[in-house]
Structure formats: structure tokens, C-alpha cells
């Protein structure tokens, strides 16, 4: 295409990126040099893996370190009419990695390019634009500075400063690779986020019975009615606690906020534990009740809570049946959020019961609903204090 030619000629003139990327003013140079560019960085949500960081893992090449697991790489691989083959298949790494870069100059004005670039500049210094053309160099260069110490996982964490991290976790992880870590004495704290949105999916009623008889093992409990499943979860929300988690993390298409009461609730469980078809207000139902335990749990313990709305999850069933969740078939939602999540927090303040809260909205039509995020100084200073 004609504008990818005058990209690559205008790359050719000047670095893409220079020590003032983004900054548009000498004010900002200001800030982000003197200030913020040495600041250590607090990370509360992210997947990063706890038995790679435990394990101290150096990856064999960039793919593995880039592209496995990055669903939003995934998104735009598919988007730019790769083969599955190439993105979560069994092709070689090499030829992954040549299918990736040969995506990104068309992921232009995506922040994923911008994204792209400044990992290869910051984290194994290479300036020059990542294409199909420029990938078999840069593979090459990127894999031998894999092999060494430095750039393990923790050696790649400690480059970018990384004081405190916080994973996601479901309640049935026994986090026995937090433990790991915390017995490691590593300077970057490590800290599980409890993360129950499996518990609350009756809409795929197979694998919430699953969930079930799993919690069961965890918990090491017999779960036969309402009561018991919410006791099972509290066991593992205390276990969460007792394992130094301070965060606790929902991924919602929207906040439920639905009346409710203990009869009807204790009705649909059992409904939902037999494999019985519930309707959409019994869904939602249940989930709003399991939404306001949690909270008022997470206002008990201290913890942040996090709330992820705004997101179509899971489009394609087909693959979510072949790969699993989170593998890039989420959407934007079109979901109105406001009037739910005011009464959903309301209900929590009505009762003393709001805890701290951090709100992502992931539709960008509805950012004004973000102003919340300012909130996450709080979380900062919570896990800093831990």
C-alpha cells in the first residue's frame, strides 16, 4: 500500500523513537525525565505467569516471550488474515514471529505499534522498525539476548523497575508459586489477586457444576446448597488474605445489581448445581448476589477492588470450546453501565461496606465512566504499606 511505502521511506529519515517520544512540550520532557521516567513501577493487574516468575524463566526466543498468550497480538494477526496456524498453532516460532512483524506495520495508530516498539527499544535496544523485512534480523538479535541472565523474567522485571506486581488468580489456585516467591526473598513483591469470575458463570451451566465440584476439592468441603458454596468461596477468599493478597479482580460485561432475596437465591443455586436451564433474571440474580458477597468480604479484608466492565466476552464459541478463554475473541460491549453500577455501589455505601474501588471501562464511548481509575493511588499506597 502507497502509505506503507512513504512509513518505511519517512522511518528511513529518522528514528521512529527518540527520548522525547510523545512529549509535545518542554514541560512534559520535564516531568517525564526528571520524574517519572525514574519512578518505580506499581502494577496491580496483569497476567503474568507466577510459575515463570517462581521458576525465574529465560524464554528461548522472542516469540515465546511475545506472543505466546498475547491475545491482543492474536486479535490483530487474525485481523490482518494470518493462519491460526501461525498465531496459537504448531508452526515454528521463527516463521510466529515473521507473521507477527509482518502485522505491525498495519496496526499503525493502534497503540500495539507503538507498544511493539518501545519493548524492542527498552528492553533489548534495538531502534530500527520491526516488518516482514526487517523480522529475521531482529528475531536473531532478540534471541541471543534472551539467553542471557539478565534478561530472565525477573532480570526483564527488575529492567523496568517493577516494585510490586499483582497476578490474577482464581479461587481455586493454591498459589503455591506465590509461596515460592515470597520464600525467594526477591526484591520485586509478588502478590495473587483474587479473581472469581469462573465462580459466577451460570451461564455455561457444564462448567459451573465443574467449578463446583472443584471448589469442593480446594475448599475441602462438601458443597450441597447455597450456603455451602458461599462458605467454600469465603474459605478461599480467607486463604487469598492469609496469602498476602490485597486486590481482587472481576472481568463483568456489567455490573449486576438486580433485588434479590436469600429464598430466591438458595433456589437458583440448587437449580444451577442440578443442571436445570435458568432464565435471564435468575442469572443475573445470582450473580448480583455473589457480586455484593465478595465486596463486602473485600471491605472486611481491606482489599481494592477492581472492576473490568464494558467487554463482549468470549464471541466465538467454537474457539472458546478449542482454545479456552482469553484468546482473542473478546469484543467491545454496548452495554449501558451507569444506572447498575450506581446501585450496586450505593447499596454497598448504604450498608458501610465499599471498599476501595478501581473501575475500567474498556468501551472508550463510555470513558467518562474512568474518572474512578484515579483511585488507583489508593492501591499503590496499600500494596507499598504491605
Known amino acids: ?178 509461596q515460592q516467591i515470597r520464600s525467594q526473598n526477591w526484591k520485586v513483591k509478588v502478590f495473587p489477586a483474587f479473581r472469581p469470575d469462573k465462580a459466577m458463570n451460570v451461564d455455561d451451566l457444564p462448567s459451573f457444576r465443574q467449578y463446583v465440584d472443584s471448589l469442593e476439592k480446594s475448599a475441602d468441603v462438601s458443597i450441597g446448597s447455597w450456603n455451602d458454596y458461599l462458605d467454600a468461596l469465603k474459605k478461599r477468599h480467607d486463604y487469598f488474605a492469609a496469602n498476602d493478597c490485597v486486590v481482587s479482580d472481576h472481568g463483568l460485561e456489567e455490573l449486576y445489581a438486580e433485588d434479590y432475596s436469600q429464598t430466591e437465591i438458595e433456589a437458583i443455586f440448587n437449580k444451577a448445581r442440578n443442571g436445570s436451564t435458568l432464565s435471564l433474571t435468575e442469572r443475573l440474580k445470582f450473580k448480583s448476589a455473589l457480586l455484593v458477597s465478595f465486596a463486602e468480604w473485600d471491605w472486611e479484608k481491606g482489599f481494592v477492588q477492581q472492576y473490568h466492565l464494558g467487554a463482549l466476552r468470549n464471541n466465538n464459541s467454537r474457539m472458546l470450546k478449542q482454545l479456552g478463554p482469553d484468546t482473542g475473541w473478546d469484543s467491545l460491549g454496548d452495554l449501558p453501565q451507569a444506572r447498575a453500577l450506581s446501585r450496586f455501589l450505593d447499596r454497598l455505601d448504604r450498608n458501610n461496606t465499599l471498599a476501595k474501588t478501581i473501575l475500567y471501562n474498556l468501551n472508550r464511548s463510555e470513558e467518562h465512566t474512568s474518572e474512578l481509575q484515579s483511585l488507583a493511588y489508593l492501591v499503590c499506597r496499600l500494596l507499598l504499606e504491605k
Open 1 to 178: 500500500m502507497q502509505w506503507l511505502a512513504l512509513l518505511e521511506i519517512n522511518e528511513s529519515m529518522k528514528p521512529f523513537l527518540d527520548d522525547h517520544f510523545l512529549l509535545n512540550s518542554k514541560t512534559a520532557e520535564r516531568l517525564y525525565h526528571e520524574f517519572a521516567k525514574t519512578a518505580p513501577i506499581i502494577d496491580y493487574h496483569n497476567h503474568l505467569s507466577p510459575a515463570l516468575i517462581a521458576a525465574d524463566h529465560r524464554f528461548e526466543n522472542p516469540t515465546q516471550a511475545w506472543l505466546n498468550g498475547d491475545h491482543y497480538k492474536w486479535r490483530a494477526m487474525r485481523a490482518n488474515g494470518v493462519d491460526e496456524s501461525l498465531i496459537t498453532g504448531n508452526r515454528p516460532d521463527a516463521d510466529k514471529f515473521h507473521a507477527w512483524a509482518s502485522t505491525v506495520p498495519y496496526t499503525l495508530r493502534n497503540p500495539l505499534y507503538h507498544w511493539t516498539h518501545l519493548e524492542l527499544r527498552r528492553y533489548f535496544g534495538i531502534t530500527e522498525v520491526l516488518n516482514g523485512t526487517t523480522a529475521p534480523k531482529l528475531y536473531e538479535q532478540a534471541t541471543a539476548m534472551l539467553q542471557s541472565k539478565a534478561n530472565s523474567v525477573k532480570g526483564l522485571l527488575e529492567k523496568m523497575n517493577v516494585r510490586v506486581l499483582c497476578t490474577t488468580d482464581d479461587p481455586l489456585d493454591d498459589l503455591a508459586f506465590h
